[in-house]
């Protein structure tokens, strides 16, 4: 998820006509930068700040940028003066860093940037190296199955194992029984008794 990036425009006291150019300028370029939130308030100066100036500064709940008149270390001075805490955070005009933990604060020099496009790139710059991506955490065991397409075919059926076809019954024995034999001899004996009575009968005595 990507941060947005705070920075206060602190305004210098008098000054020329091209200083308060410059500041009105970045002001309009800084409101529509993306990716980041801008604030207005007086000269950076401990002992003459309003408390909606003080207030803005006291609402800073994350790492911010700075833009002001001051050097970074007496930027930093003056925070803490105000009760505003930070360390000195690195950047490209400005290499030197304080060591420890806590919130980063980017110091910027008003007199370091001739343009206002040039101090709107800058910052830009620096909030692109800031974005911070959310990667979604897998946790063991919320792994959620791939669904298996099901087929057409029922799943009792596709399981299902064709059962063996029974066994043939045993062929029985053929009840039918053969005329031969005695039967065919019977036949034979009849015939010729026949014939040997009509022989008789032709006879005459």
């Known amino acids: 998820m990507a941060v947005r990036l705070p920075v206060v425009l602190a305004q210098s006291s008098g000054g020329s006509t091209a200083r308060q150019s410059l500041e009105a300028d970045a002001v309009m370029r800084l409101i529509t930068a993306p990716g980041i939130d801008v604030s207005l308030v007086g000269p950076l100066d401990s002992g003459s700040l309003s408390g909606t100036d003080r207030l803005v500064f006291e609402s800073q709940e994350r790492d911010f940028v700075l833009v002001s008149h001051h050097s970074a270390d007496d930027a930093i ?69 791939a669904s298996v397409p099901t087929s057409e075919t ?31 001899q019977q036949n034979t004996s009849d015939t010729d008794l026949d014939r040997l009575v009509a022989d008789l009968n032709d006879l005459d005595f």
């Not at 360390?87 to 910027?108: L, N, T, V």
């Not at 059926?157 to 066994?167: C, G, I, V």
Request: charged content about 20%; overall charge negative.
């Open 77 to 145: 001075d003056e925070l803490q003066a105000m009760g505003i805490g930070g360390r000195r955070a690195a950047h490209p005009y400005d290499q030197e860093a304080s060591a420890g933990e806590g919130r980063r604060i980017y110091c910027f020099r008003w007199s370091d940037f001739s343009d206002s496009e040039i101090l709107e790139q800058a910052l830009v710059q620096l909030h692109q190296g800031a974005q911070v991506v959310a990667v979604p955490i897998q946790f063991p065991g919320t792994v959620k199955k």
């Open 154 to 184: 029922p799943p009792a059926a596709a399981t299902r194992q064709d059962s063996p076809a029974p066994p043939a019954p045993a062929s029985q024995p053929s009840v039918k029984k053969e005329l031969t034999g005695d039967s065919g």
